[in-house]
């Protein structure tokens, strides 16, 4: 699992690589699951290089992260 993370003044941004997205259904589901989770601002996803970057308000539980992205179907790579 990697990610960085950038400070801005009110919020951070944490970058992830997800792996077996295949279609904009997989980006939804990603999406969906990673905005729930608290402190989260906005979540892009690029589907042809599997990268997810979660801005967000509060520190990121990395535990939860890796759930978020496992119940909508896929995995984080390592």
């Known amino acids: 699992m990697t ?3 950038t400070p801005t003044p009110s919020t951070a941004t944490s970058r992830y690589r ?6 904009d259904h997989c980006v939804v589901a990603v999406t ?3 905005s729930a989770l608290p402190g989260v601002c906005e ?3 690029d589907l042809a290089t599997g990268d997810v970057s979660v801005s967000h308000d509060a520190p990121l539980d990395q535990e939860q992260v890796a759930a978020a992205v496992d119940e909508a179907g896929y995995q984080l790579a390592s």
């Open 43 to 45: 979540v892009r996803v």
């Open 32 to 34: 969906r699951e990673l």
């Open 3 to 5: 990610s960085t993370t």
């Open 18 to 23: 997800v792996t077996g997205m295949t279609c």
